[in-house]
């Protein structure tokens, strides 16, 4: 029993959250390449939750955007793949675009972002139906010639705000004060 536990616990945490894993799948496909894992793992509520009971032992002033950035996440889900293969680097992002907001639009999301150009692509997802006083899901991805990075993260947006804040440009704070009234 012990190492069907830790055998779970490891496939949590190797592989990505079946939202982004879809969103993957879909970039992979549009690009015509073949793609090697770099980094992938995802991790939730509780090793989240250690890991900020971890940082509260640790004093030291250098952490402290650190500590807030990690109050803002509830869980996360993060792969990084390299391009292996040449394929046409003539892939159409219009085709990206397509089919991926089909399959996300499937599994219940919709397109904040879209940012295409010659060297990278953006796409940002959120759940179709969400409530601002929660905490927000979102699931993105960005790729180019070199990498494909997908992301799928449940994030608190105070503790975001708060770090944005404190290191935003005069000119940005501003324009989050008019935000705000």
Request: net charge positive; hydrophobic share 45%.
């Amino acid at each position: 029993m012990p190492f069907f536990v830790l055998g779970l616990a490891a496939y949590s945490v190797l592989t990505l959250d079946r939202d982004v894993a879809v969103l993957r799948k879909q970039v992979m496909a549009a690009t015509d390449t073949t793609w090697k894992t770099q980094v992938q793992l995802s991790v939730g509520r509780w090793l989240i939750g250690l890991v900020r009971t971890g940082f509260s032992f640790v004093k030291s002033k250098d952490m402290a955007d650190a500590k807030l950035a990690l109050s803002s996440v509830r869980q996360a889900s993060v792969g990084v793949y390299k391009r292996e293969s040449a394929g046409s680097d003539s892939w159409s992002r219009e085709r990206l675009l397509v089919d991926a907001d089909r399959a996300m639009n499937r599994r219940g999301w919709t397109r904040l972002v879209g940012v295409v150009d010659q060297k990278d692509t953006v796409l940002i997802y959120v759940p179709a139906k969400y409530d601002a006083e929660e905490p927000i899901d979102l699931c993105l991805s960005v790729v180019n010639e070199r990498e494909l990075v997908v992301v799928s993260a449940t994030i608190a947006p105070e503790g975001l705000a708060e770090l944005i804040q404190k290191h935003a440009g005069d000119e940005l704070k501003r324009e989050l004060k008019l935000v705000q009234l």
